[in-house]
């Protein structure tokens, strides 16, 4: 699964899809089908997975698109939730 991040504008984007490449094709499936809740990039780059449930430490963003001081756990288990 590949998710959130910033799009090649660096707007945030709360997109997410699953990335599988069979033979010499790169396939994209689900996309959207389970966006994030807060959109954006993360604080780290490491996800922590415990009793089948994936966390993800994410930065906030004001209404102009600056990060803020402020981080947000996410939790997905068959949707996201925030922490």
Same mark, same amino acid.
């Given at each position: 699964?590949?998710?959130?991040?910033?799009?090649?504008?660096?707007?945030?984007?709360?997109?997410?899809? *699953?990335?599988?490449i069979?033979?010499?094709?790169? $396939?994209? &499936?689900?996309? %959207?089908?389970?966006?994030?809740? !807060?959109?954006?990039?993360?604080?780290?780059?490491?996800? *922590?997975?415990?009793?089948?449930?994936?966390?993800? $430490?994410? &930065?906030?963003? %004001?209404?102009?698109?600056?990060? !803020?001081?402020?981080?947000?756990?996410?939790?997905?288990?068959?949707?996201w939730?925030?922490?």
């Amino acid at each position: 699964m590949i998710f959130e991040g910033y799009d090649e504008n660096t707007v945030s984007s709360n997109q997410s899809f *699953l990335f599988s490449i069979k033979g010499g094709n790169h $396939v994209l &499936n689900k996309v %959207n089908a389970k966006p994030l809740q !807060i959109p954006g990039g993360f604080w780290h780059t490491q996800c *922590l997975v415990y009793k089948q449930e994936l966390f993800v $430490v994410c &930065n906030q963003e %004001n209404k102009e698109g600056e990060t !803020i001081e402020t981080n947000t756990i996410q939790r997905f288990k068959d949707r996201w939730t925030i922490c």
